[in-house]
């Protein structure tokens, strides 16, 4: 019996980053929202849509970004997001490795300790 081993280090702090930013309900309603849209959308609309402040909306949109959930595009003075479709099709398999099943489609990824 092939003994079980842990993520690298690499792909666990990877992992890691997603799954705390996910850990907020503001954030999670705007992933959902950029996903369901399919289209990019103003900061001004978000607010509209998830009825928090703009604030508060740029500051989770900042690090939505900063993981590359979201993307950004810029027209003038105006910025648009939008979701990352890799991150929608990665995600998923990230939980399913963590967990130690095979990823959807795929391997799981080697286990290279630091």
């Given at each position: 019996m092939k003994q079980a081993e842990p993520l690298d280090r690499a792909t666990a702090r990877e992992y890691a980053s997603w799954f705390?930013?996910?850990a907020d309900a503001t954030r999670v309603q705007i992933v959902s929202l950029l996903a369901r849209r399919g289209q990019p959308?103003?900061?001004g609309e978000i607010v509209d849509?998830?009825?928090v402040g703009q604030?508060?909306?740029s500051a989770h949109l900042k690090q939505l970004a900063e993981v590359e959930f979201v993307l950004a595009e810029y027209a003038g003075t105006a910025s648009f997001y939008r979701i990352n479709d890799e991150c929608v099709t990665c995600f998923?398999?990230?939980a399913d490795v963590v967990m130690g099943r095979p990823?959807?489609?795929g391997t799981l990824p080697s286990t290279n300790e630091e």
């Amino acid at each position: 019996m092939k003994q079980a081993e842990p993520l690298d280090r690499a792909t666990a702090r990877e992992y890691a980053s997603w799954f705390k930013v996910l850990a907020d309900a503001t954030r999670v309603q705007i992933v959902s929202l950029l996903a369901r849209r399919g289209q990019p959308m103003s900061v001004g609309e978000i607010v509209d849509a998830v009825q928090v402040g703009q604030s508060t909306v740029s500051a989770h949109l900042k690090q939505l970004a900063e993981v590359e959930f979201v993307l950004a595009e810029y027209a003038g003075t105006a910025s648009f997001y939008r979701i990352n479709d890799e991150c929608v099709t990665c995600f998923p398999s990230a939980a399913d490795v963590v967990m130690g099943r095979p990823a959807p489609g795929g391997t799981l990824p080697s286990t290279n300790e630091e």
